[in-house]
């Protein structure tokens, strides 16, 4: 079996996460994850709230808390509502953490004496009115390259690009949208294109797995040449940055957030007692790291971290899969907390239980293009999908199974022709979703998942052995246990979308053992008898639009989200 650190983007912490920013890396994250446990290799699934910058000192400041309480809260909150959503972690940790203070400091430190750290001085924006230097994310203007006018300082999310703010055309100040000025500061830098021949060979490596888009674009950014990277910031809250003479200064958040990955690890083993233990996964290269983030995170992950793992020569296991999403669209629009266009995660659960929003988001995930959430798409996949198609599977067999042998079986029953073909088509769709998640394709593994149990209905519809059983008893009871075994089987395909409902379902199936230790191919084997299968309630119910729309309404105006 393999060994495989599995991470997701760290989400900002002065932000509850919204649909959009769960399935572009977090619940994907979590489904590989899941996956991956079910085939019996070694995981470690990490990530962690990134709490460093301006954006949170704002927030903060709004709040009438200080930095270090607004922090705390929102990393406790935030870590409740992943527990809530199901979602994995072995550690989310959190940037604010001595762990990770040091490991980055020691990191940059290490770079410093391999001699791509330098000191120079540069010019940023500043702001008059506020009186303070403004980061890459508080200073806002036009694209220099594709006009976009709500460009950051750091990225344009019209184009892509990587930025720097003195790039911006007509920048303003996010904070008071007053006019900024470059004012010379003195800052360290990491000497990124020194490295950029050496992080061409790792995009052009057939060793890797990247999207065509990522792979094209990150080696896009190197022909056109890489910049030096801005390594500190003129900011109060984050990690002091450890060189000589930067004091007052601190790291630059992106900077350390792809750090974090490392240092969870680290955290992970430390709190295990076995300190080195995490080098397993750093530096074994029989283990694989995989990334999965959002489409605007790609080069700071196929560019930044590899040439930053490089510089340290001490061969650091490189990505071996950055999986990245396009966005989730919200009735045609961006998500935007002022403009209260979107659902965030924390109101979502009252709407619904987490598997079905887990369910509606990895059916949509977006793998080839935009995708836009619907609500009516919502309610309607709940309904249909998961009422109609699965519980309406499971409900059905079960009847048929308590009425024709009262719910028990002692030996497996002879299944031939149909009922044998049924099994055996179903087994092998079965490794074709094992592949597809491999191939890290999980919008399609989950569309397989369900056509599992479509052709289950359409099985139990056609052979319909509640009129057979009076003429050929035996004959029903075959068709019933081959339904059984399908649902079995769909019960671990559940594992990774819908955790609660596959847990459900693998106890009411008359089993013994946890759902892990059977394993995705333990499933392929018959039951071990005898079963003992009685009906339960319903594992789904059904969602009217007028009830989630009053849901969020009654939540809103009660001050959540």
Known sequence: MARWLVTSAWPYSSVTPHLGNMIGSILSGDAFARYLRLKGHEVLYVSGSDE????????????????????????????????????????????????????????????????????????????????????????????????????????CDGCGRPLEPELLVNPVCVICHGPVYLKETRQWFFDLPRLSERVKE?????????????????????????????????????????????????????????????????????????????????????SKTVYFIGKDNIPFHTIILPALLIGTGEGYNLPYAVDSTDFLMFEGQKFSKSRRIGIWIDEALEVAPADYWRYVLLSLRPEGGDVNFKLDLFIEKVNNDLNNVIGNLVNRSIVCFERFCDGRLESPPEVDGDCKRFIESTLERHDEIASLYEDFRIQRAV?????????????????EPWKLFKENPSKAISIVYSLLRLIRVLAVELYPIMPSTSEILWKNLSEHE?????????????????????????IFRKLSKEEVLSTLERFRSGGGS
């Open 447 to 463: 569309k397989e998942t369900l056509y599992q149990a479509e052709e289950g209905n359409r099985f139990l519809n056609e052979k």
């Open 514 to 538: 946890p759902i892990l230790s059977t394993g995705w191919d333990g499933v392929k084997s018959d039951f071990k008898y005898p079963i003992s299968i009685k009906r339960f309630p319903p």
């Open 202 to 286: 790792y995009l052009l490596s057939d060793d890797i797995h990247l999207s065509d888009i990522a792979r094209s674009f990150s080696l896009k950014l190197v022909e056109e040449g890489l910049k030096a990277r801005s390594l500190t910031r003129d900011s109060k809250w984050g990690i002091p940055a450890p060189f000589e003479g930067a004091e007052g200064k601190t790291i630059y958040v992106w900077m350390e957030a792809v750090l974090g990955y490392v240092s969870a690890t680290i955290e992970y083993f430390e709190k295990l007692g076995d300190p080195d233990g995490w080098k397993s996964f750093w530096f074994d290269k029989n």
């Open 52 to 155: 460093h910058g301006t954006p949170v000192e704002v927030e903060a400041f709004k709040a009438g808390l200080s930095v270090k309480e607004f922090a705390d809260r929102n990393h406790k909150r935030i870590k409740g509502l992943f527990e809530k959503w199901n979602i994995s972690y072995d550690n989310y940790t959190r940037t604010e953490n001595p762990v990770h203070i040091k490991f980055v400091q020691d990191f940059y430190l290490k770079l410093q004496r391999n001699g791509y750290i330098y000191e120079s001085s540069e010019k940023v924006h500043y702001c008059e009115r506020d009186k303070r230097f403004l980061p890459d994310r508080f200073v806002e203007g036009e694209c220099p390259y594709c006009g976009f006018r709500n460009a950051r300082g750091d990225q």
